[in-house]
């Protein structure tokens, strides 16, 4: 990965699926790549029951970012107080993500562009016009535009630029 530590990096904790979710994340994002892999010794077996050799953790790196993917075990799930948010500048980018990441999840969970991947991690898949578009400087333009936005599940482009038209 990198020579240098970043000063803060993601950990998400999975029950058992740390290298599982790491390889679906990184077969996803084109600029993304694994590194290191640690194993649980005999001291957790001792403790909590995993096996000797079992993957402890996945360091992997999506866009730049580090990650780390934990198997920490069934205490913790995942909810929508956390999610990542995906940047797309086109509706082709955005329904490549959206469809990528919802495979195996819930597309329907949220609405406004977030969706559950099949770990339960929660992501906004969201084009970068959105933004540009609800903060127009017409009230009424940037009110219609968010109008739209919440009652979408996957974010249309075109219709948010509509909306925002009039």
Not at 21 to 40: C, D, E, L, M, W
Not at 90 to 111: I, P, R
Request: aromatic fraction near 10%.
């Amino acid at each position: 990965m990198q020579n240098k530590i970043q000063k803060i990096t993601t950990n998400l904790w999975f029950d058992t699926q740390a290298e599982e979710a790491a390889k679906f994340y990184t077969s996803i994002f084109q600029n993304s790549k694994t590194g290191r892999v640690t194993y649980y010794g005999k001291e957790r077996h001792e403790i909590q029951g995993i096996s000797e050799r079992t993957v402890m953790t996945v360091e992997f790196q999506l866009e730049g970012q580090n990650f780390v993917a934990l198997n920490g075990g069934p205490q913790f799930n995942f909810t929508e107080a956390i999610s990542f948010i995906v940047n797309c500048d086109t509706q082709e980018e955005l329904d490549y993500y959206w469809d990528k990441l919802s495979e195996g999840g819930d597309e329907n969970a949220q609405q406004c562009g977030w969706l559950k991947d099949r770990y339960g991690v929660s992501w906004q898949i969201v084009p970068t016009t959105l933004i540009k578009l609800i903060s127009i400087p017409d009230p009424e333009k940037s009110a219609r535009v968010m109008k739209a936005m919440l009652q979408m599940k996957k974010i249309d482009i075109n219709t948010l630029k509509q909306a925002g038209e009039g």
